[in-house]
């Protein structure tokens, strides 16, 4: 059961986490790009939110589309950060790598996700 508590925790604070670094992200693009940059982080922070939201009620298939569109955004980070390197993408890779880790990988969520469809 103690395993289930730390997983709950720690993933609860990944998705604070992954909520903040997404508005800081939303906020900055808005100063860079204007109403072009808000619009499209606006649309990745709720989609992000609804998937959390859905894999915190033990959803499977949430987890699954939230790990391929963290990969994919990972792999875009690496991609701009070759070109031209930029303190927002790097923080915004860093925070996705530890969430794939913490939604994939890590033990005490996994148990906590597997406690939660039990119920």
Known sequence: ????????????SMV??????SIVTTAFSYFMQGNIGIISGLTRTVVEAILLYF?????????IIMIILLIIVILAAVAAIMISPNIMITILMIAYIFSVYIIGISPSVKEYLKSINNK
């Open 1 to 12: 059961m103690k395993s289930v508590e730390k997983g709950k925790k720690l993933f609860l």
């Open 16 to 21: 604070i986490a992954i909520l903040a670094v």
């Open 55 to 63: 894999i915190f009620k033990g959803k499977a298939w949430a987890k």
